[in-house]
């Protein structure tokens, strides 16, 4: 039973060049969270998804990010036009049913942007 | 809106040695608590949680933690600890029906031999 699966594990990218983060839940789970950790800071919640849905996008910054959660495939969390502030590690979070049962963290994306 | 205060922001013992994490949180409604380690590159793994009942909870790893609820406090502890124990800690805490965690800005606990 996989856990959480992100990749890339690593990603550089240049000034102006878009990312693209996958994250596939856990086997069973349908809920979707994305956090993001800058240098020597704690995770900041990013979006809430469901299947299909965008259920809570209040730490998203209002432009250049967006995620989705697709009926097939895996959740995609997009950075256009990368600036080098959005140099961080990116977590995806998967869970059955909610939060009171915890979360369940990917080994997270590390972005660089040089 | 909750928020979480981590006092320590490295934390640094020697082997067998007991320690303590500290972990405030402020908060007007009630919450559920969690404690995250985070080895280095890699991600998050859920040492312990607390959702109702007793207030001391034992996790994996040896730790446990109190919740306080007169001192919004839920600190982390290990009487006795070993070098693999080396990693960041993280508490976060969740409202209760909500869906998002907020999380301190960590403690780096450094083992020495």
């Known amino acids: 039973n996989a856990g959480v699966m992100q990749n890339p594990r690593h990603l550089v990218r240049r000034r102006g060049q878009e990312a693209r983060l996958r994250c596939s839940p856990m086997?069973?789970?349908?809920?979707v969270y994305w956090y993001r950790q800058l240098p020597e800071e704690g995770l900041k919640f990013m979006v809430y998804?469901?299947?299909?849905?965008?259920?809570?996008e209040s730490g998203m910054p209002k432009e250049r990010f967006s995620a989705e959660f697709p009926k097939e495939g895996p959740s995609i969390l997009r950075i256009q036009q990368v600036v080098r502030g959005d140099s961080a590690a990116y977590f995806c979070?998967?869970?059955?049913?909610?939060?009171?049962?915890?979360?369940?963290f990917g080994s997270g994306t590390r972005l660089t942007v040089v | 809106a909750q928020s979480v205060t981590q006092l320590d922001s490295q934390v640094p013992v020697f082997e067998e040695a007991p320690v303590e994490l500290r972990c405030n949180y402020s908060?007007?409604?009630?919450?559920?608590l969690f404690w995250y380690v985070q080895y280095p590159n890699q991600g998050l793994q859920l040492l312990l949680k607390?959702?109702?009942?007793?207030?001391l909870v034992k996790g994996i790893n040896g730790f446990e933690a109190e919740f306080n609820k007169s001192q919004t406090s839920f600190h982390l502890r290990k009487p006795s600890v070993h070098i693999s124990d080396t990693a960041e800690y993280f508490c976060?805490?969740?409202?209760?029906?909500?869906?998002?965690?907020?999380f301190g800005q960590g403690t780096r606990l450094t083992i020495n031999p």
């Open positions: 908060s007007s409604v009630s919450v559920y």
């Open positions: 979070a998967s869970s059955a049913t909610g939060i009171s049962y915890g979360y369940t």
């Open positions: 607390y959702l109702s009942g007793s207030t």
């Open positions: 086997k069973g789970h349908s809920h």
């Open positions: 976060a805490v969740n409202l209760q029906g909500a869906q998002k965690l907020v």
């Open positions: 998804l469901q299947k299909e849905n965008i259920i809570d």
